[in-house]
């Protein structure tokens, strides 16, 4: 493995993050790396802008899938590196740019050293939104190439490099995006009493938000209802017509996330009456929440555990928020955290995981792969 040249990868990669379907510099540059690669047993599709690439087993009885997200995030980067982002506005604050090269090193092993089984390399689009796992299920190219386990990782700022973090059943939570979009009547300043005022009613919805999980869900289950984003008015000396709150719904369980949607209906039905105003409410991308099968994630477990480079930890579940979900919800799997070491977490904009990992991280999974391949 040439750690030197992964790096390299990484770093260009790091340069040109796109969102959601986008992802067309990203698209090219990771064909232009696969098409260099040994072809006697690859055969690559795409679809839209993800690619998939099979490698072809010299005595298959299953197919075993990877898969690696490939979008970034409309941040602008407040990093050190000398290779930050060229694309304004945009940046790998979720470290997607690690988790495709990770997945390049990965396969060109398998390139040169043909496995027994299968073997299924998913660089998927949209994972920051508007979701690109669940579409991709449902093509063709899932009806032809449908892999009987599916494996991803994500990295992990809080855990040392050379760690790894997961646990059987529950690990990411189930997540709906929010928005809420306000409407009532503008005016003069001076003429509050002819208006109706959106920032006043954005605020008071705010603020009634922030008792759905205190005052509705079971303190024994979890919830998160997070507002990231306010806009509203034109002009200091203006009343605003509109509103719109911008934000995050997070539960453990599928019940509350149902209760806390109720919640936020009821609420915005106040609101509309109270000050005389409509209001829409849309849900964005929901992804289901993220469940590593049992057997297979404890055979993982117990593989990594006997791994001398590896430490293990056994994490308690997160409320991130993950479409590799749609994935496990049809095939059997298991998704692990990383430890990338970095002060800074996930979606900071100056997030900076340390590059080592991405060597531990592509050792593992090959030492991996061959072991599931071969037993």
Same mark, same amino acid.
């Given at each position: 493995?040439?750690?030197?040249?992964?790096?390299?990868? !990484?770093?260009?990669?790091?340069?040109?993050?796109?969102?959601?379907?986008?992802?067309?510099?990203?698209?090219?540059?990771?064909?232009?790396?696969?098409?260099?690669?040994?072809?006697?047993?690859?055969?690559?599709?795409?679809?839209?802008?993800?690619?998939?690439?099979?490698?072809?087993?010299?005595? /298959?009885?299953?197919?075993?899938?990877?898969?690696?997200?490939?979008?970034?995030?409309?941040?602008?980067?407040?990093?050190?590196?000398?290779?930050?982002?060229?694309?304004?506005?945009?940046?790998?604050?979720?470290?997607?740019? #690690?988790?495709?090269?990770?997945?390049?090193?990965?396969?060109?092993?398998?390139?040169?050293?043909?496995?027994?089984?299968? #073997? =299924?390399?998913?660089?998927? /689009?949209?994972?920051?939104?508007?979701?690109?796992?669940?579409?991709?299920?449902?093509?063709?190219?899932?009806?032809?190439?449908? /892999?009987?386990?599916?494996?991803?990782?994500?990295?992990?700022?809080?855990?040392?490099?050379?760690?790894?973090?997961?646990?059987?059943?529950? =690990?990411?939570?189930?997540?709906?995006?929010?928005?809420?979009?306000?409407?009532?009547?503008?005016?003069?300043?001076?003429?509050?009493?002819?208006?109706?005022?959106?920032?006043?009613?954005?605020?008071?919805?705010?603020?009634?938000?922030?008792?759905?999980?205190? !005052?509705?869900?079971? /303190?024994?289950?979890?919830?998160?209802?997070?507002?990231?984003?306010?806009?509203?008015?034109?002009?200091?000396?203006?009343?605003?017509?509109?509103?719109?709150?911008?934000?995050?719904?997070?539960?453990?369980?599928?019940?509350?996330?149902?209760?806390?949607?109720?919640?936020?209906?009821? =609420?915005?039905?106040?609101?509309?009456?109270?000050?005389?105003?409509?209001?829409?409410?849309?849900?964005?991308?929901?992804?289901?929440?993220?469940?590593?099968?049992?057997? =297979?994630?404890?055979?993982?477990?117990?593989?990594?555990?006997?791994?001398?480079?590896?430490?293990?930890?056994?994490?308690?579940?997160?409320?991130?928020?993950?479409?590799?979900?749609?994935?496990?919800?049809?095939?059997?799997?298991?998704?692990?955290?990383?430890?990338?070491?970095?002060?800074?977490?996930?979606?900071?904009?100056?997030?900076?995981?340390?590059?080592?990992?991405?060597?531990?991280?592509?050792?593992?999974?090959?030492?991996? #792969?061959?072991?599931?391949?071969?037993?």
């Amino acid at each position: 493995m040439d750690v030197s040249k992964l790096i390299e990868v !990484r770093r260009a990669l790091h340069q040109i993050p796109e969102l959601g379907f986008e992802e067309v510099k990203t698209q090219g540059f990771l064909l232009e790396y696969i098409n260099q690669l040994p072809q006697t047993h690859l055969e690559i599709k795409t679809w839209k802008t993800g690619i998939v690439v099979k490698v072809q087993g010299s005595d /298959p009885v299953r197919m075993i899938g990877y898969r690696a997200d490939i979008d970034g995030l409309p941040m602008d980067e407040e990093t050190s590196y000398p290779f930050r982002s060229t694309h304004p506005g945009k940046m790998h604050a979720c470290g997607h740019d #690690l988790h495709m090269t990770i997945a390049l090193g990965v396969l060109t092993h398998f390139s040169k050293a043909q496995p027994k089984d299968n #073997l =299924l390399f998913i660089f998927q /689009p949209a994972e920051e939104g508007p979701g690109g796992a669940q579409p991709m299920l449902a093509t063709d190219i899932f009806k032809k190439w449908r /892999p009987d386990q599916m494996v991803a990782l994500h990295i992990a700022p809080e855990y040392p490099v050379g760690t790894i973090a997961t646990r059987e059943g529950l =690990l990411f939570a189930n997540t709906s995006e929010l928005f809420i979009d306000l409407k009532g009547q503008g005016g003069h300043a001076a003429y509050p009493h002819t208006t109706r005022d959106m920032i006043v009613a954005g605020a008071h919805l705010v603020t009634q938000l922030q008792s759905i999980v205190s !005052r509705n869900v079971d /303190p024994l289950d979890s919830a998160v209802v997070t507002i990231g984003k306010i806009t509203g008015g034109t002009k200091q000396n203006i009343i605003a017509e509109k509103a719109r709150i911008e934000g995050t719904i997070r539960t453990l369980s599928i019940e509350s996330m149902q209760k806390v949607k109720q919640r936020i209906e009821a =609420l915005v039905k106040g609101i509309e009456a109270g000050f005389e105003c409509s209001a829409t409410i849309d849900y964005g991308a929901n992804y289901c929440q993220v469940y590593n099968d049992q057997e =297979l994630t404890r055979e993982f477990m117990n593989f990594t555990r006997n791994h001398s480079k590896v430490d293990l930890i056994e994490c308690t579940e997160a409320m991130t928020g993950e479409d590799f979900g749609y994935f496990l919800e049809e095939i059997p799997g298991f998704m692990f955290w990383l430890g990338v070491n970095s002060p800074y977490g996930l979606h900071d904009n100056r997030l900076e995981p340390n590059e080592q990992a991405i060597e531990v991280a592509v050792t593992h999974l090959i030492d991996y #792969l061959h072991y599931k391949s071969e037993n």
